[in-house]
């Protein structure tokens, strides 16, 4: 089960630490993917002349991009035959974008799939109610993968593993099917948010994992109850709990609903069982939750698999790290998500990285703890990344939020829809930048080696790497606010001068933005329309490049795990889900020694 390559990577590489010099020389040396990975912002497309199009790509590009149809351009970077290309019309790509695509796609790890040849089993019926097909798809596949894994660990001669641990469980999907037939395993969820715990257990009900509570029902009494309360008081509890001690006395039977009673678990031999540990991680040190681990009647030591489905930001972190911290870990499986949500390890960017932008506070939104910009549990995990050139390797939100997208995925028509968002956004942060709702901030302060210090802040001359604007939270609109720009702006400041969430520049934005006419929105339109081709593709270049971001995050967890050769046999990652179905789909797997 091991594979031949410990890193799926496509370039013709030596090895995999070949691979991973190449990967962090290339993210420290080209301008053009620190540019396209952090170095620009949607937000600030139009407020600096004559827009980050032109800034943000080399000038020779220029002709072919803009001559480009989109969904073409999206086959050429991702798709076609580099060096058999047909092209059609006037403009040829220059031999510097061709060596630019060829680049990324080499540093992007595989991401192919191939399913297995013998038909996986199918999950009952009662243990996928509430899946999707997505989820039923990842919950199928990677139910069977951790069972061979623990088979493959077991043959090996390494341990018997005991039980699997579910870093950030949710509902469950994943444990409650590998608790169930034909896997049977033990498996402990941890998970943070008690309503997830509660809707985990209803399920296991359900699935026939736990047993339903047998409750005996006075249905005179209840009617009493109702009959006390009324109509209108049904649905309080306060109201309820009052009426029925009035009718029944403090010794009432229980009247609670079915969904509010204990799920009952029994532990039969040979049958699989799930046990629930409530609890938000802060690392990946878990002497705290093992220590209420069940061990069951005969005691042994346990020998335990950290697993998990999609554990966002940090989350990937802690089970990866879990496997040098305790002693009882014997293995993990991590596949990570939503790295967005990663901390920052090493802190702001420093003037060695020239374009990377620094995360601003929005006007209108909390202040994030400082703490959170130097995060020892953040990113980079490994020695390797953190010291590279002297001040390591770093992302910033930017980059981190592309290397969400899944660019291969994108159809003409869904493609279509965000494009046209990300248009009405960065024309009306235009207006914003206009109407004084928001001003030009500079990143560096005069006096730093960076900075542009020729120019007034407020000067259209500045560098774009050099000056944004303020940051304004708008979150997802009503789907009629998408069908124009001026359904788009109307609906985005009605949100911000009305919801609750935004009070705190509310008044700002109703003094600065309530004269805005449909004639001046229209001429906006008319100004920047023309140029939304230039937004696709910027945007297009950074979904793409950042298939290489995505890559460096996983190569750094795998490298965390090699760094600690005195404790980890085995560390290799490999796709385990369809990326059209489920894109993000590596994972990283440990095993001690």
């Not at 005991?162 to 998970?191: C, K, T, W």
């Not at 030591?301 to 489905?309: G, P, R």
């Amino acid at each position: 089960m091991i594979p031949d390559k410990p890193l799926p990577y496509n370039g013709n590489y030596a090895s995999p630490e070949e691979y991973i010099e190449n990967l962090l020389h290339f993210v420290r040396s080209s301008d053009v993917f620190q540019i396209l990975c952090g170095g620009v912002h949607i937000l600030d497309f139009f407020t600096i002349e004559p827009g980050l199009f032109h800034y943000a790509i080399p000038k020779e590009w220029h002709p072919f991009i803009l001559s480009c149809d989109i969904m073409r351009l999206l086959d050429l970077l991702m798709r076609d035959d580099l060096d058999n290309l047909i092209i059609s019309g006037d403009q040829t790509p220059p031999e510097s974008f061709i060596e630019y695509v060829r680049t990324i796609r080499n540093l992007s790890l595989a991401r192919s799939f191939t399913a297995k040849e013998q038909k996986l089993p199918v999950l009952p019926r009662p243990v996928s109610v509430g899946m999707n097909p997505k989820k039923v798809h990842e919950v199928t596949n990677f139910a069977d993968y951790v069972d061979r894994l623990c088979k493959t660990i077991s043959e090996q001669g390494d341990t018997e593993i005991s039980h699997l641990i579910d870093f950030g469980s949710g509902q469950n999907y994943l444990g409650r099917a590998l608790a169930s037939e034909p896997y049977n395993r033990s498996v402990v969820a941890v998970e943070g948010r008690e309503n997830n715990v509660t809707a985990s257990k209803g399920l296991d009900m359900t699935s026939g994992l736990a047993i339903k509570p047998k409750v005996m029902r006075n249905k005179k009494l209840w009617n009493k109850v109702l009959e006390v309360c009324g109509p209108e008081k049904r649905q309080d509890p306060d109201a309820l709990a009052k009426a029925i001690r009035e009718i029944a006395g403090e010794d009432a039977f229980d009247f609670r609903p079915v969904r509010e009673l204990e799920a009952q678990y029994t532990v039969e031999e040979g049958k699989g069982s799930v046990q629930y540990i409530s609890g938000r991680l802060d690392s990946g040190e878990l002497a705290g939750a093992i220590s209420n681990i069940e061990k069951g009647q005969d005691s042994e030591a346990l020998k335990l698999m950290a697993i998990s489905i999609h554990s966002c930001g940090n989350l990937s972190h802690f089970g990866i790290r879990s496997l040098v911290l305790n002693p009882d870990i014997r293995a993990v499986a991590i596949v990570g998500c939503c790295y967005n949500l990663l901390t920052e390890k090493l802190g702001p960017p420093t003037y060695k990285h020239t374009y990377l932008r620094p995360t601003l506070e929005a006007v209108n939104g909390r202040l994030s703890r400082e703490s959170e910009k130097h995060d020892p549990q953040g990113f980079p995990m490994s020695q390797q990344f953190s010291t590279h050139q002297g001040d390591g390797i770093r992302l910033n939100i930017t980059a981190r939020m592309m290397a969400c997208q899944a660019p291969q995925n994108w159809s003409e028509k869904e493609s279509d829809g965000f494009f046209s968002r990300h248009f009405y956004r960065a024309v009306l942060q235009k207006m914003f930048l206009d109407r004084g709702v928001v001003k030009k901030v500079r990143h560096y302060a005069p006096d730093h080696p960076e900075a542009d210090t020729g120019t007034d802040s407020q000067n259209d001359s500045d560098s774009p790497f050099d000056i944004s604007t303020n940051p304004v939270i708008i979150g997802s609109l009503r789907k009629s606010c998408y069908g124009s720009l001026k359904a788009y702006v109307r609906g985005a400041i009605e949100k911000l001068t009305t919801n609750n969430d935004y009070k705190l520049y509310a008044d700002v934005m109703q003094e600065k933005m309530a004269d805005l006419t449909d004639e001046e929105i229209e001429r906006y339109e008319a100004m920047y329309l023309p140029r939304k081709k230039e937004l696709c593709a910027i945007w297009s270049l950074m979904a793409f490049s950042a298939m290489a971001v995505e890559s460096l995050i996983v190569a750094d967890r795998w490298t965390f795990l090699r760094e600690h050769e005195d404790l980890v046999r085995h560390a290799w990652v490999e796709t385990v889900f369809d990326y059209a179905q489920s894109p993000r789909n590596l994972v990283v797997v440990g095993i001690k020694k």
